[in-house]
């Protein structure tokens, strides 16, 4: 059965569901991630489960540069806060800092000849927060 907008190159199921998905035609930086703001809507925002888990790592104030295409089949992220950058995945309770290469440019190059893999991570470790009383309410 021929199903609408499937490309004519797709050879599986899996590929053609995947093309048939790609309805958002997000740009990508490196393979497999971008930084196009409609793929960011909704995450990382004050007072959701992202923005929470990042400040129980101690990254206060997180901005999010990167995240996982739909076509990578990857919830993986990339923020940014206090000049660090950090990696981490939606479905996964860790977040890692960025050791090498510091610098933005620096780890687009890497990710695009090495993939994610090829940064040196190290594993950050939970902290204690303070009260949440003076907390902003989530915006969602």
């Known amino acids: 059965?021929?199903?609408?907008?499937a490309a004519p190159d797709s050879s599986t199921p899996a590929e053609e569901q995947a093309d048939i998905l790609d309805i958002f035609g997000y740009r990508e930086v490196v393979p497999e991630?971008?930084?196009d703001p409609r793929a960011f809507e909704g995450w990382?925002?004050?007072g959701t489960g992202e923005w929470y888990m990042a400040r129980s790592y101690g990254i206060t104030d997180?901005?999010?540069v990167l995240i996982?295409?739909?076509n990578s089949g990857e919830m993986g992220y990339i923020i940014t806060a206090n000049g660090r950058y950090y990696c981490g995945d939606l479905l996964v309770d860790y977040i890692f800092e960025i050791t090498a290469p510091?610098?933005?440019p620096d780890i687009l190059d890497v990710?695009?000849?090495k993939g994610i893999?090829?940064?040196k991570m190290k594993e950050l470790k939970p902290v204690e927060l303070p009260d949440d009383d003076d907390l902003p309410a989530p915006r969602v």
Not at 1 to 5: A, E, L, N, S, T
């Open 1 to 5: 059965m021929d199903r609408p907008g």
């Open 68 to 70: 996982g295409t739909n």
């Open 44 to 46: 990382f925002l004050p």
């Open 33 to 35: 991630w971008t930084d």
């Open 62 to 64: 997180p901005t999010l």
């Open 117 to 119: 893999m090829g940064l």
């Open 102 to 104: 510091k610098t933005w």
């Open 111 to 113: 990710m695009r000849a």
